[in-house]
């Protein structure tokens, strides 16, 4: 027989009864019944209950071990009684008598119960991750992501994409966030960054002559953490196909989102990937991301408060303000629109007005100023009726849309408007090509600077830059951003004109990217691509509020790894060897 085990602590059913086996694994529980120890014995596959009589030789020790040590049990399998079955288990029919029992390894008193939900808090669960792991959740939790990785690969494979791996130490390049940058011992005084994303790589890919590549791709951020976003690093699907055009990528991509959701959850998947134009989004949901889920939109009133005898928004509108209008299906009581007016102020806004519907009347300060005609079609604008309520956000048009989109995501909540039984799937699309900064009135780009412009260089040359859209997408779950994407800028005149526009001379392309502006000089096919986050879909399928749960071994909030201490401290012959030295902190004026 094995050194440690026959079988595994899932496999033993009532054909095993009888047999001699031996399993190993950590004591999940103990239940002392006097004459009697009840060991759950658990490995990586599942739990096996094993008894010891106190007449056997190894009772005292069975009896003295701690819960998570590790032991082998050699014993023989017995039918249990029908009354001591537990059918929730896959070896409830049965247990093993104890006639063998050695300690592998001891454990001292726990930090944290492993065989409990109950939450230890953030810090200790991540301080001793190991031991976290070894519960039952958070364990199922990596296993969902290994087995939606491997279902990824095999679908990407099934399209003909082929895996390949891009460098983890490259050049600093402006990509939105700020670079990890890595000291070169060799090269004093330089670095390497560590890539924010393998962006310019896929697409040297595309231009070395490959057609369809993918990668399940490590990707370094130094940005702040957020509950869909870690800190530091993360991974996601990335792939890059020539010859294609924006609808390729889409027909590409759907099967395998659609596919792992529909493999690997219990909830209803709409096949139906509706498009959104980006400036629609911003208007009905008051966001890029919306959350289809919930069942009303957002409509613009300005034009009703336009001169109108609510004087508060009225003034605002002629200083360029504008005026959105949420439905509050069932929020038509003083208590609600109160509670939404204090929301409003907590959210930095001077708060929400209202109308509230109800036995064919609207009522309210803004119906009063407005008068019924103005009411009416507002509430026909909106949809709603008897019962229920509309909030108003009045600003200028992000700021608005800003609050309007939360507003909107928070009346969804509150009223259980949400069907939480649902993923529903929207590629937003024709991105703005390029931004004015509110300050400085500067043109930058707005998404992905090596997009390609719609309608090209002829765009560039003749349209007014805020007009210009972008062959750029997103695609979107249930109010979580899920990837970026776009068909891509291959030719040299189109990517010196875009950066021109953007404030950047040739030279600056020449310097940050000479990789790619080179190799578009020899040839380069229309290509383009997106990279889902491996990490934000794992989430979403496992039905976890923060990313953190879905890493195996993630950094707290504020990109600290409490288990391995890091970042930490080197010391001075390490940062003599790289050439570095330690500067005074500067402290910020006040």
């Known amino acids: 027989m094995h050194a440690y085990r026959s079988h595994n602590c899932v496999e033993l059913t009532e054909a095993n009864v009888g047999q001699q086996v031996k399993l190993s694994g950590w004591i999940n529980r103990k239940r002392d019944h006097g004459q009697l120890v009840f060991v759950d014995l658990r490995d990586h596959y599942g739990l096996t209950q094993c008894v010891a009589d106190s007449s056997d030789a190894s009772f005292a020790l069975v009896e003295a071990t701690r819960l998570e040590s590790v032991v082998t049990v050699t014993g023989t399998v017995l039918k249990r009684s029908d009354e001591t079955t537990n059918a929730s288990l896959p070896t409830g029919q049965i247990e093993v008598r104890i006639e063998a029992f050695e300690v592998q390894s001891a454990a001292d008193t726990l930090p944290l119960q492993v065989n409990s939900d109950e939450d230890s808090g953030e810090e200790t669960r991540l301080r001793y991750r190991y031991l976290d792991l070894r519960r039952a959740r958070p364990h199922a939790n990596i296993m969902l992501r290994a087995k939606i990785i491997q279902s990824i690969r095999a679908r990407m494979v099934a399209q003909d994409f082929t895996e390949f791996q891009t460098p983890i130490l490259t050049a600093s390049s402006p990509e939105g966030a700020r670079d990890f940058l890595v000291p070169a011992r060799l090269h004093p005084g330089k670095f390497y960054a560590l890539p924010q994303a393998p962006q310019q790589f896929k697409q040297l890919i595309m231009v070395s002559g490959f057609d369809r590549y993918f990668q399940i791709a490590p990707c370094f951020r130094d940005e702040d953490s957020r509950a869909d976003r870690s800190p530091g690093e993360f991974y996601q699907l990335d792939l890059e ?11 590409a991509v759907e099967p395998v989102i659609k596919g792992v959701f529909e493999e690997f959850s219990d909830k209803i998947v709409d096949t139906d990937f509706v498009h959104i134009p980006f400036a629609d989004s911003m208007l009905k949901y008051g966001n890029d991301k919306p959350d289809l889920r919930i069942p009303f939109e957002i409509s613009d009133v300005t034009d009703v408060f336009r001169g109108s005898d609510f004087s508060i928004f009225a003034k605002n509108i002629e200083k360029g303000a504008v005026v959105r209008a949420v439905p509050g299906p069932k929020c038509g009581s003083r208590a609600i629109a109160d509670r939404m007016n204090s929301w409003a102020q907590g959210e930095g806004a001077p708060g929400m007005g209202y109308i509230i519907y109800g036995e064919g009347e609207a009522r309210g300060p803004v119906a009063k100023a407005l008068g019924a005609e103005k009411a009416e079609a507002i509430r026909i604008a909106t949809g709603v009726g008897d019962g229920d309520a509309v909030f108003f956000a009045c600003a200028p048009a992000d700021e608005a849309a800003s609050l309007a989109g939360r507003a909107r995501v928070k009346i969804g909540q509150d009223q259980d408007l949400i069907d939480k039984n649902l993923f529903r799937f929207a590629w937003i699309v024709d991105f703005p090509m390029f931004e004015a900064d509110p300050v400085t009135g500067k043109i930058d780009f707005s998404h992905n600077p090596f997009s390609m412009p719609q309608g090209g260089k002829k765009a560039l040359e003749e349209q007014d830059p805020l007009t210009i859209k972008a062959w750029q997408y997103d695609l979107v779950c249930n109010g979580v951003e899920l990837s970026s994407g776009a068909i891509r800028n291959h030719l040299p005149e189109v990517m010196y004109k875009a950066f021109e526009i953007a404030g950047y001379p040739n030279s600056t392309v020449d310097e940050k990217f000479p990789a790619m502006i080179n190799a578009f000089r020899f040839g380069a096919p229309p290509h383009g691509g997106i990279a889902p986050g491996i990490d934000r879909m794992v989430m979403l ?6 990313i ?37 902190q500067i402290k910020k004026k006040d």
């Open 241 to 251: 196909m020539s010859f294609v055009e924006q609808q390729d990528v889409f027909a």
């Open 548 to 584: 953190r749960e879905v890493i195996l071994f993630p950094m707290n909030g504020k990109a600290e790894d409490l288990m391995m201490a890091a970042p930490s401290e080197v010391d001075e012959t390490a940062l003599a060897e790289l050439h570095i030295r330690r500067v005074p």
């Open 541 to 546: 399928i496992a039905d976890e509020p923060n």
